[in-house]
């Protein structure tokens, strides 16, 4: 049973240009989570998808958009990128939405904007 | 509003001894999910222990055990028998509680980073 990953593991962008990250849930899991989690900070929520739909969202502007496909697999796409946006992205992924199940997160896309 | 607050931005301990990191929360809600999460300088998120509003036993995992004291809003882990390997940043989370008790996200407190020495 492989763990969730997400690809890729760093990326150098400059301001304005669109970035997407990947994310493949674990085997079996049909909800996956996006966070941003800047420097020294707790991660924020960004938004979640269960069985391709959204079904959550967090503060984040709309340049932040996200699909969910039919494996569960997932992107997080992110528009005119600003200076502000440079953070680790994680992802997560569990089986349903029972508030108890756990979440097991992925290793992380470190994003740095110039 | 929902908020985690951790109020240690650093701890240190003696390996083999035990140490207590603090979570307070804040909720008006009665069904809630609280987690305590491990993050080494890697990244990656490691699920420690889950602890139900309504569970009325402390959660315990192994060398993990979560002091929840519901009316004081406060959900504290306790490592006992610390070992180097536990040098880590740790978060503690909430799970918000959408319509039809579906889980929703995670809310996460500023963290508390843990050193054991040798």
């Known amino acids: 049973e492989t763990g969730v990953t997400q690809s890729p593991t760093h990326l150098i962008k400059t301001r304005g240009q669109q970035v997407t990250l990947r994310c493949s849930s674990q085997?079996?899991?049909?909800?996956v989570s996006w966070y941003q989690q800047a420097l020294g900070q707790g991660p924020q929520f960004i938004f979640q998808y269960y069985r391709e739909e959204e079904n959550g969202r967090g503060n984040f502007p709309p340049r932040f958009s996200g699909l969910q496909f039919p494996n569960y697999s997932s992107e997080l796409n992110v528009n005119a990128l600003e200076l502000d946006d440079s953070a680790l992205y994680l992802c997560a992924s569990s089986f349903g939405l029972a508030v108890y199940n756990e979440q097991f997160f992925g290793p992380g896309t470190r994003l740095t904007v110039l | 509003a929902q908020k985690i607050t951790q109020t240690q931005p650093g701890m240190f301990v003696q390996e083999k001894e035990a140490v207590t990191l603090d979570c307070t929360y804040d909720t008006s809600d009665q069904s809630y999910g609280l987690f305590w999460y491990k993050q080494p300088s890697s990244g990656e998120m490691i699920f420690l222990i889950y602890q139900g509003s309504y569970d009325e036993q402390n959660a315990t995992e192994g060398r993990y055990s979560l002091n929840f004291q519901k009316a004081r809003k406060s959900a504290n882990l306790v490592i006992s028998a610390s070992q180097l390997g536990d040098s880590a940043m740790y978060f503690c989370a909430m799970r918000e509680i959408m319509i039809y008790n579906q889980g929703g996200k995670l809310i996460f407190g500023q963290g508390t980073e843990l050193s054991v020495k040798p």
């Open positions: 085997s079996g899991h049909n909800t």
